[in-house]
């Protein structure tokens, strides 16, 4: 089964920062997700990535394959950024049988 | 617009009630799964259905229970056995293939008090 960690846990950072996150697995994938979980507990779903680099607005994320390993990138961070960060990956190769999460980091982001 | 509709997004119940978390799909998706988040801790999978009348447990099964009648739809029972049910609960479909992709709903955090 697929371990997944996450880092770092908490990050404070001041609005205008580049933030990076990190996930690395254990058993190679089809796919890597990066979801966003604010207050209250919404769970929305940034990216989707099996190679290479994604971006949506002012977000990055990059996998590495090989070294199974992958990044999601804030650039111009805002205080709205402010979230709990989950890398979700398939609990075996094939996916079938769900998805193993990170423990999430929670992004601060202070004006 | 396609998508994973989870009702309510709170829920308040009394202990020793069951409660049942739905969970609707739009997407076509063969696969559904339930997770369940604790504070400082992963999302953990409770059971998942990978079709029609058949459903698996996950790592954390014990006082749910599912069912799978409509492709479409996969409510999740948090029965009086649960010793503590009170947690933020996550469904999830997916379309089976070479990249698996999953969607999410938004979550239903539970309060049992």
């Known amino acids: 089964k697929n371990e997944v960690e996450q880092s770092p846990q908490n990050l404070t950072a001041q609005e205008g920062e580049f933030i990076t996150i990190n996930c690395s697995y254990s058993v190679g994938i089809s796919a890597l997700h990066w979801l966003q979980q604010h207050p209250g507990g919404g769970i929305v779903s940034l990216f989707m990535l099996s190679s290479g680099k994604k971006k949506h607005g002012r977000l990055i994320a990059t996998i590495n394959i090989q070294e199974k390993h992958s990044s999601l990138h804030i650039t111009a961070s805002h205080p709205r950024d402010s979230a709990v960060y989950i890398c979700?990956?398939?609990?075996?190769?094939?996916?079938?049988?769900?998805?193993?999460f990170g423990k999430g980091t929670h992004l601060i982001i202070q004006p | 617009d396609g998508g994973i509709t989870q009702s309510p997004k709170y829920l308040f119940r009394k202990e020793g009630q069951n409660v049942t978390l739905s969970c609707e799909q739009n997407l076509n998706h063969d696969a559904m799964y339930w997770y369940r988040q604790d504070p400082g801790q992963g999302l953990r999978l409770i059971y998942y259905s990978q079709i029609v009348n058949d459903f698996q447990k996950g790592d954390i099964a014990e006082g749910y229970s599912v069912s799978r009648e409509k492709k479409e739809s996969f409510p999740l029972t948090v029965t009086s056995a649960q010793k503590n049910p009170t947690a933020f609960y996550l469904c999830?479909?997916?379309?089976?293939?070479?990249?698996?992709?999953?969607?999410f709903g938004q979550g239903t955090r539970l309060t049992v008090v």
């Open positions: 999830a479909s997916a379309r089976m293939g070479v990249d698996t992709e999953a969607f």
């Open positions: 979700a990956v398939p609990t075996t190769g094939g996916g079938a049988d769900g998805l193993t």
